[in-house]
Nanobody, 124 residues
Framework: QMQLVESGGGLVEAGASLNLSCTAS????????MGWFRQVSDKEREFVAA????????YYSDAVKGRFTISRDNAKNMIYLQMNNLQPEDTAVYYC?????????????????WGQGTQVTVSS
């Protein structure tokens, strides 16, 4: 069982940047595709970004493409989400997750290990 812990959230003004971190334990992340999702209140969890095991390929939602960057450090068992030019609509709880083998990158149901989330609030 993999445990994931997110950190780095906070309250910022529009246009600011934040860098989220996700630390894994229990298993090495090196063989897993990893993703970031976000959720607002009782809405469905929304795909943000994903990265394959090697880090060579990354995937983004249209809402964050060009502003957010996902990366990973397999030696440290960590993934990151650099968020630039944050906007009020980016306000959400952000979760990192490990994907099942061969699943879709974009669907939350294809991920079976989740962190507890970190709150990101962007004021206008």
């Amino acid at each position: 069982q993999m445990q994931l812990v997110e950190s780095g959230g906070g309250l910022v003004e529009a246009g600011a940047s934040l860098n989220l971190s996700c630390t894994a334990s229990g298993r090495r992340i090196a063989s897993y595709a990893m993703g970031w999702f976000r959720q607002v209140s009782d809405k469905e969890r929304e795909f943000v970004a994903a990265i394959i095991w090697s880090g060579i390929s990354t995937y983004y939602s249209d809402a964050v493409k060009g502003r957010f960057t996902i990366s990973r450090d397999n030696a440290k068992n960590m993934i990151y989400l650099q968020m630039n030019n944050l906007q009020p609509e980016d306000t959400a709880v952000y979760y990192c997750a490990a994907r099942r083998p061969m699943g879709s990158f974009y669907s939350a149901s294809e991920y079976d290990s989740w962190g507890q989330g970190t709150q990101v609030t962007v004021s206008s």
